[in-house]
C-alpha cells in the first residue's frame, strides 16, 4: 500500500543541508535492482543518502537539490519511473511524477528518462556540484556529459567545468547526529534485535545448526517488527568463531563450544549492532569463563568512558591494555607489557578495533579523525558499538589447548547523552551468571 505522506523530518534534513551550502547542486542516484538470478531480483534496499532525504523506496530514480543563491531559490526535483498499469500489476503500485509531487512534496518532477534533458537546466546558476564518483560508472558518464552540456551552453565564457565534490562528507556530517526520530528508530532496533539474541540463547541445543539458529534470530526481527537484517548474520560456533567475519552459518554446533552471534535488526532504515557469545551447552569451561570475564570487563570499562569529550581513540587503547594486562595474568602472552602495548602483540588475540559508528549503515558515515588530524571527540546524538573480543586461533600451537580455538566478542550500542551515554542493547544479556540461568 502506498504512502499519503511522508514525515515533515525529511524536509527539514534537506533544508539544512541546501541552507549550509549556498550555490550548489546536490545529485543523489537512487539504488538499481540487481538480479540474483534471472527474473529474480534480490530484495531492494533504497540507498541510505536517498532515503534519508526523501524517505522514497523506488528503484531507478534521481533526487536533485538545488541550493539556489540570492533571489533563486532552492528547489527539490525527483525524477522517477512513469507509471505503468501493465509492470504495476505484476510488480505493485508505483508513486510517478504526481506521488513524487503530492506525497514526498517535490518542487517538480519528472519521469527518470528526462534525467538527461532536465539536468543541465537544472545547474544554472550553480557554483558547485555535489555527486559522488566511481559508486556507478554508467550513472558517471550520464552526469558528466550533462554537466559538460551545462559548460557549453555558456558559449566563449572561458568557463571550465563546474566543480564536483563527494556530498558524502557533508551529509554524513549531519547523520554523524541523530535527531529525536532516528534515536527512536534505533532504540526500536537494538530492543527487537536484543529479543532475538536472548531466544537465541535459551533455544539453542547440541546437535543443531548454525543455520538454525541464523533462522530464528531472522524470524524473531521480523515478528517484533524489523523490515530486514542491518547486515548479513555471523551464527559461529566453535573455532568458527575465531574467524572474524564467518559466513557460512552451516555447521552443526557441539556441547562444550561457545557459540558467537554478530547480527541486528533494521528497523525504518536504521539498524543495531550486537555481538553475544555464550555457550551451546549448559556451562562456561573454566578457560571459557576466564577470557569472557577479561572481554567483558574491559567492555564495561569502556562503556563507562563513553561521555562527551572522550575520544574512540582514548577507549580502543584503554580495551588493550585492560585486554593485555588480562593476557599477561593468563599467561597466554609474556614479555614486558609496555612493549606489547607500543608492538600491538595484543593484536594476535585481538586483531580489530574497538568501535564503529552506527545509524542506517552498520558502518556509519562520520570523520573518526579532526582535519587537523586528532582524534575527534564524542559529542551528544552520537552512536557507536564497543566490541572487545578475544580470538585463539586452532593453528596457533603456542595457545594452551584449553584455550584454543576459542572466540569471544561481546558488542553493544551505545548513545553519547548529555551526561553520558545510553546502552541501547541493554536487554541483550551478558553476565555470565544470567546467560547460564537462561540455560538451565
Not at 526520530?181 to 540463547?201: G, T
Not at 545509524?359 to 573518526?368: F, I, N, S
Amino acid at each position: 500500500m502506498l504512502l499519503s505522506h511522508v514525515p515533515a523530518h525529511f524536509k527539514s534534513r534537506r533544508d539544512a543541508l541546501i541552507q549550509s551550502h549556498p550555490g550548489a547542486v546536490f545529485i543523489f542516484p537512487s539504488n538499481s535492482e540487481v538480479l540474483r538470478n534471472p527474473d529474480v531480483p534480490y530484495g531492494f534496499r533504497q540507498e541510505s543518502n536517498f532515503f534519508y532525504l526523501t524517505g522514497f523506496e523506488e528503484p531507478e530514480s534521481f533526487l536533485v537539490l538545488t541550493a539556489g543563491s540570492g533571489s533563486v531559490p532552492s528547489k527539490m526535483v525527483l525524477f522517477v519511473r512513469r507509471r505503468d498499469a501493465t509492470r504495476e500489476m505484476w510488480e505493485g503500485e508505483r508513486y510517478g511524477v504526481d506521488g513524487a509531487r503530492n506525497v514526498f512534496q517535490a518542487d517538480d518532477a519528472f519521469v527518470t528518462e528526462e534525467f538527461d534533458k532536465k539536468l543541465p537546466e537544472l545547474l544554472q546558476g550553480a557554483e558547485r556540484i555535489y555527486y559522488r564518483v566511481g559508486l556507478n560508472e554508467a550513472i558517471d558518464r550520464r552526469v558528466i556529459a550533462q554537466v559538460d552540456v551545462h559548460r557549453a551552453s555558456a558559449g566563449r565564457s572561458g568557463r571550465s567545468l563546474l566543480p564536483i565534490s563527494d556530498p558524502n562528507e557533508a551529509l554524513a556530517e549531519m547523520r554523524l547526529f541523530k535527531r529525536s526520530e532516528e534515536v527512536a528508530a534505533l532504540r526500536k532496533a537494538s530492543q527487537v534485535s536484543a529479543l532475538a539474541h536472548k531466544m537465541a540463547m535459551t533455544e539453542v541445543r547440541p546437535g543443531m545448526n548454525e543455520f538454525e539458529i541464523e533462522a530464528l534470530i531472522d524470524y524473531s526481527f521480523r515478528r517484533h517488527g524489523c523490515q530486514r537484517v542491518g547486515y548479513g548474520s555471523i551464527v559461529a560456533g566453535g573455532k568458527n568463531a575465531t574467524c572474524l567475519h564467518y559466513r557460512l552459518n552451516n555447521q552443526p554446533l557441539k556441547d562444550n563450544e561457545l557459540l558467537l552471534i554478530d547480527a541486528g535488526g533494521e528497523f525504518d532504515y536504521y539498524c543495531s549492532d550486537i555481538t553475544r557469545t555464550f555457550p551451546v551447552g549448559r556451562s562456561f569451561t573454566a578457560a571459557q569463563a576466564k577470557t569472557y570475564d577479561l572481554v567483558l570487563r574491559s567492555q564495561k570499562e569502556a562503556i563507562a568512558m563513553s561521555k562527551p569529550g572522550t575520544t574512540l581513540a582514548a577507549i580502543h587503547q584503554h580495551v588493550c591494555e585492560v585486554i593485555t594486562d588480562g593476557l599477561l595474568s593468563l599467561g597466554l602472552l609474556k614479555g614486558n607489557r609496555e612493549e606489547i602495548l607500543k608492538s600491538n602483540g595484543y593484536s594476535r588475540f585481538y586483531p580489530h578495533r574497538t568501535s564503529h559508528y552506527l545509524g542506517m549503515d552498520v558502518h556509519d558515515v562520520g570523520l573518526y579523525i579532526t582535519k587537523s588530524g586528532e582524534p575527534r571527540t564524542l559529542e551528544p546524538g552520537m552512536v557507536f558499538t564497543i566490541e572487545p573480543g578475544f580470538y585463539a586461533q586452532p593453528s596457533d600451537p603456542d595457545v594452551p589447548e584449553e584455550y584454543r580455538e576459542i572466540g569471544i566478542r561481546i558488542e553493544d550500542d551505545i548513545l553519547i547523552t548529555p551526561g553520558g551515554c545510553e546502552v541501547l542493547t541493554a536487554d541483550a544479556p551478558k553476565e555470565r551468571a544470567e546467560i547460564e540461568g537462561l540455560k538451565h
